[in-house]
Structures are given as C-alpha cells and as structure tokens.
C-alpha cells in the first residue's frame, strides 16, 4: 500500500492506496509525509481533499475500493448522495435500506474513507451529534459539518 500524509484544516491525515484506488483515510497526527514520491491517486486525493477544505470542491471523484459487505456498501453508496452542507439521520438511512438504525451506525464506524464517503454527513434524531470514528471523534465530525455549513437544529 502507497501513503501520503497530509496536514489539513481537519488534522494530520494518511492516506492509502494501491496503484489505482483510494483504499483509506485515517487521522494520525504522528505520521510523516513518506520521502518517495506519491502515487498519482494520492496525489490526485490530496488535490481534491485541499479544493474541499478550500471549499472549492463539494463532491470527491475518486476511484475507491471498499470491500464491504452488502450493507456496508449500501451504506456507504447511500453516505455519498448526502449533499455537501446536508444531513441524514441514522433512522432515516436505516428506513430507506430497510435495516436497523443500530446497524447503519455500526457501518458508518467502519467507514476506512471518512470525508470522502461522508460518514460525518449522518447524524442522529434531531441532528443530535453521535460518534465518530476518525480525528476527534464528535468535534471532528462537528468541524467538518461546520465547514460545509450544515445547519443542525
């Protein structure tokens, strides 16, 4: 697997891919960028993740691989029509794939490419703020719906 570590507005972030998929992206404030240099998809997602942190970009068009189970990728599929500055909650996304509130929140834990496949767009009833897996957890998912102006009640 390449990695590429990036500073952003969000954290430290390391990217992994192979040759030709995005394969993670995970918070690690103690990683260093490697001396070799990156893969064109790490470079292409570090592009992309600056446009959006730049709020020059609102939809990632990346190639990724995420390897999940039926319900995870239809989580995930379903995380990535959420509109940039939107929300869905955790019941609602479970009613519209016709599974368990419970379980969606167990998939969006395993999301391995937060941001991109926006994990932090779901919210709990009310837009209560629920877990999160990556950076800060909750402040972290917080952030990011701040910088796409998501207005929670």
């Not at 404030?29 to 893969?39: G, I, K, L, Q, R």
């Not at 940039?84 to 395993?110: I, K, P």
């Not at 719906?145 to 998501?150: C, M, S």
């Amino acid at each position: 697997m390449h990695k590429l570590a990036i500073t952003s507005p969000f954290g430290r972030l390391v990217l992994g891919a192979d040759e030709h998929v995005l394969l993670r992206i995970r918070w690690d404030e103690t990683a260093s960028a490697p001396a070799e240099t990156a893969s064109p998809i790490l470079q292409e997602t570090r592009r992309q993740l600056e446009a959006y942190a730049e709020r020059r970009l609102r939809i990632f068009d990346l190639p990724m691989q995420t390897d999940g189970n039926e319900l995870q990728e239809q989580v995930w599929a379903m995380m990535r029509t959420i509109p940039y500055g939107s929300t869905m909650t955790y019941g609602e996304m479970a009613r519209r794939l016709g599974a368990d509130a419970r379980d969606v929140g167990g998939v969006c834990g395993t999301n391995r490419i937060p941001i991109v496949i926006p994990c932090h767009r779901v919210v709990g009833e009310g837009g209560r703020m629920t877990g999160f897996s990556g950076g800060r957890g909750v402040a972290s998912k917080a952030q990011l719906l701040a910088h796409e102006g998501a207005l929670l009640l």
